[in-house]
Every structure is written in C-alpha cells, then in structure tokens.
C-alpha cells in the first residue's frame, strides 16, 4: 500500500475545548504520514483565538490557518487549498472539531483509496459519542437521496449500506485529484448540504464513494453548530429550509425541482417542519390560569413559534428567488 501522505485539515468555530480533545485524538493515531491543518473559521467568543494559537505549543506540526467566516464549505476549501499549496499530499481528509478517532481509522480509509483508484471520497463508520467509546449507536454509515423526496438520508445500520450517493460531511478522506476536479465544496449553502453537494458531482464526475466498515471515529454529535441560543436556532431553521430546496434546484430536474417546491411551500412545511414545533405553539395558547410571570413566557414561545414559521419560509423563498451563482466553486477573493 505504501505509506502516501495525508493532510489532515480541521475546521473549528468557537470550539476550543471540542477542537483540544480532536487534536490529541488525531495526533495518536498510528498513521504517521500526516499533517495537521488547524483552520480557525474566525473564531469571536472571548479569549478564544488566544486558546487556539496555544494548541501549537503542545503540538510541534500543528499548521494554523486563520479565516473569514463564510460558511462550513468555503472554510474547508479555504484550508484545503492553503494545504496542498503547502505540500505534495496525495490525500486530504477533512474534519470537523467533534470527532473522537479510533488508533487506525485512517489506515483504513486510505487502503480503500489505495486499492481502487476511481474512489474519490471515503469515510469511515461514525457512532455517537461515549465516554467509554463504546460501538453501540450508529450515526453515520452511509447516505442516500431517496427517491420521491430527493432528501439525504443517514444509513445507521451497517449491513444495510448497498450504495452510498452521499459521504457525510463530518470526516472523510478526498482524494486531492478528486478536490482539484469538483472545485471542493460549493460555498453558496454556507451550512448543511454541500456535503451532498460535493458528493454528486463527484460521481457525476466519474468518482467513486465508499464507506470503509472498518474505519471507526465516534462523533459528538451538533455540538459543533449547537443551537445554545433562540437565534442560532432560527439560523439553523433557515438554512435548512433553504438549503433542501437549493441542493435540489442545483441537482435535480427542473419538473423536480418544481414539485419538490410545491410540496415544502404548502404540506412540506406546514404539516411537517413546522408541526413539529406544535409543542412550543401549544404550551403558550393552550388555556389555563397562570401567574403573570408564565403568561410572560407564553409570549414569549408564541413569539418565537412565530419567528420559527418566517425563518422557514424565508429560507424557502430564498432558496426559490436566487438563481444558483456559476461561479460558487470558484475561489472567494479576499
């Protein structure tokens, strides 16, 4: 197999303590032909960036990469390319700051790649985080589009994994070939789905995915992008409605594109994302006496219930008024 050399490229975001533990997992894996990329996605919370620049105290390779925010996807490209300006790395595997490695995840997952060279993306089998790295609830074993919503589906059953359109964008390995062709991530969705974007186009390019059942990290699962806060929430709910709609306008033909529109638009959303947070709706009207301070608080969910539904749909029409920028994989100047 050889011994080929891996840049190893972590994003973080706020995310001291997560990245700290992510680093000396990263660090003790046996794989020895690597390079660590710390790329800071410019980090605001309070003493933080001074925290990061420590981190290369304890770790002599560590390189730091300091970014404008722009999103998961144009922070990954962005310590990418500034990766393979740096060395000649045949392979990249790109990493978010949540994920607690086994010892020989990445001889794994380049064996794979080394075996088949149409592969362009593999990555590993991710379970849930615990304390004692216990194998016990799958996260992460490989993605579809399924068929009639055309929406990502995670596989978390091993043996049920008969095809994979999609490698989660958490960690996985790229072949640098494979980066250079697709132009990387599209940095248009800013969060969630360009990791299924990335995917498409490289089997529309001719590039193989995979799943190396033998490759194992545990992941700590959204702390990364935590919605702690009401407007990190209706952040979250914005994107996601907006990004659905858009991977499907990038991706899919237009009559599709057109009715999956339709859907999300009417029963989609209204019966489904936004039935969903009937609980917050429910509590503040439903009625009962309460004391002056909890009617202040039924306002307030009623409030935010209220802020819900317009993020939806503002992500939606978002999603439906843009015309898709040709130029989202090319490099963002500045």
């Known amino acids: 197999m050889g011994n080929p050399?891996?840049?190893?490229?972590?994003?973080?975001?706020?995310?001291?303590?997560?990245?700290?533990?992510?680093?000396?997992?990263?660090?003790?894996?046996?794989?020895?032909?690597?390079?660590?990329?710390?790329?800071?996605?410019?980090?605001?919370?309070?003493?933080?960036?001074?925290?990061?620049?420590?981190?290369?105290?304890?770790?002599?390779?560590?390189?730091?990469?300091?970014?404008?925010?722009?999103?998961?996807?144009?922070?990954?490209?962005y310590g990418i390319r500034k990766a393979l300006e740096a060395g000649d790395f045949k392979y990249v595997l790109c990493c978010s700051n949540d994920i607690v490695p086994s010892k020989d995840f990445l001889d794994h997952l380049v064996m794979e790649m080394e075996d088949d060279n149409k592969l362009g993306i593999v990555g590993p089998v991710?379970?849930?985080?615990?304390?004692?790295?216990?194998?016990?609830?799958?996260?992460f074993a490989g993605g579809i589009i399924t068929k009639i919503s055309n929406l990502p589906l995670h596989v978390r059953n091993i043996t049920d994994v008969l095809r994979v359109d999609y490698?989660?964008?958490?960690?996985?390995l790229i072949r640098s070939e494979?980066?250079?062709?697709?132009?990387?991530?599209?940095?248009?969705?800013?969060?969630?789905?360009?990791?299924?974007?990335?995917?498409?186009r490289a089997k529309k390019n001719g590039w193989g995915l995979a799943i190396s059942k033998k490759s194992i990290i545990w992941h700590k699962v959204a702390q990364t992008v935590a919605p702690t806060t009401d407007a990190l929430y209706l952040h979250s709910i914005y994107y996601h409605?907006?990004?659905?709609?858009?991977?499907?306008?990038?991706?899919?033909?237009?009559?599709?594109?057109?009715?999956?529109?339709?859907?999300?638009?009417?029963?989609?959303?209204?019966?489904?994302?936004?039935?969903?947070?009937?609980?917050?709706?429910q509590d503040a009207i439903w009625p009962r006496v309460r004391p002056i301070?909890?009617?202040?608080?039924?306002?307030?969910?009623?409030?935010f219930f209220f802020n819900i539904v317009i993020n939806q749909y503002k992500g939606i029409f978002n999603?439906?008024?843009?015309?898709?920028?040709?130029?989202?994989?090319?490099v963002i100047p500045g």
């Not at 960036?49 to 970014?67: A, C, F, H, P, R």
């Not at 999603?319 to 090319?330: E, G, H, R």
């Open 5 to 77: 050399a891996v840049a190893i490229v972590v994003l973080t975001y706020n995310g001291y303590e997560l990245v700290k533990d992510c680093l000396i997992g990263l660090n003790s894996i046996q794989y020895s032909n690597k390079k660590i990329f710390l790329v800071d996605n410019c980090s605001d919370s309070p003493g933080e960036t001074e925290k990061l620049k420590s981190l290369s105290n304890y770790y002599d390779d560590l390189i730091q990469i300091k970014n404008r925010n722009r999103g998961f996807g144009e922070g990954m490209n």
């Open 241 to 281: 409605a907006r990004n659905r709609i858009l991977f499907v306008k990038k991706n899919k033909p237009k009559i599709i594109y057109i009715l999956f529109s339709l859907y999300f638009i009417s029963f989609g959303t209204l019966f489904g994302d936004i039935w969903s947070h009937k609980g917050i709706l």
């Open 126 to 139: 991710q379970y849930h985080y615990n304390s004692e790295l216990k194998l016990d609830k799958i996260y």
């Open 319 to 330: 999603a439906l008024l843009i015309k898709p920028s040709p130029n989202s994989l090319a």
């Open 293 to 303: 301070r909890r009617q202040r608080e039924d306002i307030k969910n009623f409030k």
């Open 178 to 200: 494979t980066f250079t062709d697709t132009g990387g991530f599209d940095w248009e969705y800013y969060n969630w789905y360009e990791d299924c974007d990335l995917s498409l």
């Open 167 to 172: 490698i989660n964008g958490t960690i996985f």
